[in-house]
């Protein structure tokens, strides 16, 4: 088990977090995006379509119509990329998009994904293996509020920790403390190499 999912087995306690109203309201895209591209792991096509939702949907995967919610209680250790599963289906290499969508305020959408493999997994594509152009398709087709079925709008809600958490292993050391804002401190200690011939 890796530092990563040590530190998310940890979050997941309720008692360790509150949620609190930000003041904004929940958003989602105004029109469906839509982007293919080869995929990192697999080197295969897919097809990615994000489609608006409703207020208090959040942010899932809908992959061969069996539905993954984009949260931490899907996410499985996997190499090299983030991986959701539900239900023995699986997405692959979810990190850049999913940052596009929390970075740009997207707090609810269908996200559709297919292959042309019949298999039980899939992978987003990695394009230049940034965010940036989920970040330009979605600054593109903009952003608008979220309604419910009521034609009603809803507070967007932000997770904050209710106490200093610290988990370890190894020599690996990840702590989060209750602030105002947020700040970010990390280091990274290699051993020094005495000698660098080859």
């Not at 152009?133 to 952003?143: M, S």
Request: charged content about 20%.
């Amino acid at each position: 088990m890796t530092i990563i999912r040590v530190a998310m087995e940890a979050f997941k306690s309720s008692s360790l977090i509150s949620w609190k109203s930000t003041c904004k309201q929940q958003q989602t895209i105004r029109t469906c995006i839509e982007k293919t591209g080869r995929t990192l792991h697999s080197g295969n096509q897919s097809t990615v379509r994000i489609w608006p939702e409703s207020a208090g949907t959040g942010r899932y995967f809908d992959f061969r119509s069996h539905l993954i919610p984009a949260s931490i209680d899907f996410a499985e250790d996997s190499p090299l990329c983030t991986t959701l599963r539900k239900d023995g289906h699986s997405i692959r290499t979810v990190e850049h998009l999913l940052s596009a969508l929390e970075g740009t305020g997207v707090d609810n959408c269908r996200i559709e994904i297919t292959n042309y493999d019949d298999t039980t997994s899939v992978e987003v594509p990695i394009f230049d293996g940034s965010a940036r152009e989920w970040v330009e398709a979605i600054d593109q087709v903009g952003l608008t509020v979220s309604m419910d079925s009521n034609g009603r709008s809803c507070d967007k809600v932000a997770p904050y920790i209710t106490q200093p958490v610290r988990v370890s292993e190894g020599d690996s050391v990840i702590a989060a403390f209750p602030a105002n804002e947020t700040n970010i401190s990390y280091g990274i200690d290699f051993p020094l190499v005495s000698d660098l011939s080859l």
